[in-house]
């Protein structure tokens, strides 16, 4: 992004003489509008965005596609890792040379809103025509839009069924299932030597409990930026992870931990040394092509025990606009081509989500390999039975993941009871939101 100046020299070559100081320093007061239409600029455009090696190959093919409809924008492409990306979008926003197209994630919208560094994006001529309005409503808050859906995924339990079979253990009817059926569940499977039933590295994320307390009504923050469940809530959660534990369900302490460093590709479930999981959808082609076999996919237990379903469709990511882009218009060109042309959505496909354009998603259905076909299948068959999403996570609610984790390690451990560990996440949390 580089705004004209009389010696011709970019604005973003003229920041980069400071940026290994950037990261301290405030956002420059910003350029552009919020609305009344996009304003052209000098059609230099960088954009940023995560993912792995595929990811970062196809976006580049549809870069190169973008690029042949629209003479006189260039475009400098800058891939990264989740963790590397933030970082590093942090000291581009700091220093005020913020990519003019940018991934988003929940965790992070209202933050960067709060920073000054992203552009509303309702009156640039994006169309979102065919985008549902719960969709749009994720990446909406004070009125404006500021992350627009590139599609949407759901939590699910992954379940290896050679694994299942192995262990003699029969499949569970995930429509009517409780969390003392999950446990069950997964014991059995420990108990035959066949699998570990379940590696529990997920029960330190937010997303899982979050779930778990929509099903009692409550929820992980309120409309008003709070925390949104009670005490109760989350020490039934924490007891639950020890009753597990006690119960063989899920491994001793150390493996847990070992098991949340190696990474996905390394997990248990991965390895074909676990038997379940719970991911996100778009996480299926990535488990299956590592394992190598099939899996299946189950709803998360407790959904028809609670006062209101716990499940939703999230976000996958967001496509933003950063509010000092140099050329409002081909930013918006570009969005709108990675949301809504033929040639964006032959290539991604489901990577990032099924399509947030439902005509897009609908055409594209034959063309999925199996394994996001399998995620499209189970969110169809979910869909009829959610209910209203989540609000847009709090400025510092990104923190709530690393936050979570540590009170888990210390509780599995045995170095906090199950109330100190929920005093110690909501007070940690609390302070990072401001609540």
């Known amino acids: 992004m580089r705004n004209s100046n009389p010696s011709g020299v970019s604005r973003r070559t003229l920041a980069k003489a400071g940026i290994l100081g950037a990261a301290a320093a405030p956002l420059l007061a910003a350029c552009g509008n919020d609305g009344g239409g996009a304003e052209e600029g000098d059609g230099e455009l960088d954009f940023w965005w995560w993912g792995s090696d595929p990811r970062h190959e196809y976006t580049q093919q549809i870069i190169d596609a973008f690029l042949a409809k629209n003479e006189g924008v260039t475009i400098k492409p800058s891939p990264n890792e989740f963790d590397s990306y933030w970082d590093a979008l942090n000291v581009s926003v700091s220093g005020n040379n913020a990519p003019d197209v940018l991934q988003q994630d929940d965790r992070y919208l209202r933050d960067y809103a709060d920073k000054n560094a992203l552009l509303a994006l309702d009156d640039l001529g994006i169309d979102l025509s065919n985008i549902e309005e719960g969709t749009l409503q994720t990446g909406r808050f004070d009125g404006k839009t500021y992350g627009i859906p590139t599609g949407v995924n759901a939590l699910t339990l992954v379940v290896n069924p050679a694994l299942v079979e192995a262990a003699g253990v029969a499949m569970p009817d995930d429509k009517t299932w409780t969390w003392a059926d999950f446990m069950q569940f997964t014991t059995d499977i420990s108990a035959s030597g066949a ?3 379940n590696s529990a590295i997920t029960f330190s994320n937010e997303s899982l409990f979050n779930v778990f307390a929509r ?33 063989g369900a899920i491994p001793e302490s150390s493996t847990i931990v070992e098991s949340f460093a190696a990474g996905q590709d390394q997990a248990p479930l991965a390895t074909g040394t676990g038997a379940t999981e719970f991911y996100w959808t778009n996480q299926i082609g990535a488990l299956q092509s590592v394992l190598g076999s099939d899996l299946v996919l189950l709803r998360v237990p407790g959904e028809s025990e609670g006062s209101q379903p716990g499940l939703y469709l999230k976000s996958a990511m967001f496509w933003s606009i950063s509010r000092t882009t140099s050329d409002q218009a081909a930013s918006a060109k570009l969005v709108d081509f990675l949301l809504n042309s033929d040639e964006s959505l032959d290539l991604m496909l489901g990577d990032r989500g099924l399509p947030a354009n439902t005509a897009q998603r609908e055409r594209i259905l034959p063309q999925l390999p199996p394994d996001q076909a399998l995620a499209a299948s189970y969110i169809a068959d979910l869909t009829p039975d959610l ?33 100190e560990s929920t005093a110690a996440f909501m007070e940690q949390l609390s302070a990072e939101i401001g609540a």
């Open 195 to 197: 699998a570990i039933g």
């Open 387 to 419: 209910g209203e999403g989540p609000v847009v996570p709090p400025v510092g609610s990104g923190t709530a993941a690393d936050i979570m984790l540590g009170v888990f390690e210390t509780l599995i451990f045995g170095q906090t009871t199950v109330e």
């Open 215 to 247: 099903q009692k009504g409550e929820s992980l923050y309120t409309d008003d930026g709070k925390l949104g469940f009670t005490e109760g809530t989350m020490n039934a959660w924490w007891q639950m992870v020890l009753d597990m534990q006690a119960s």
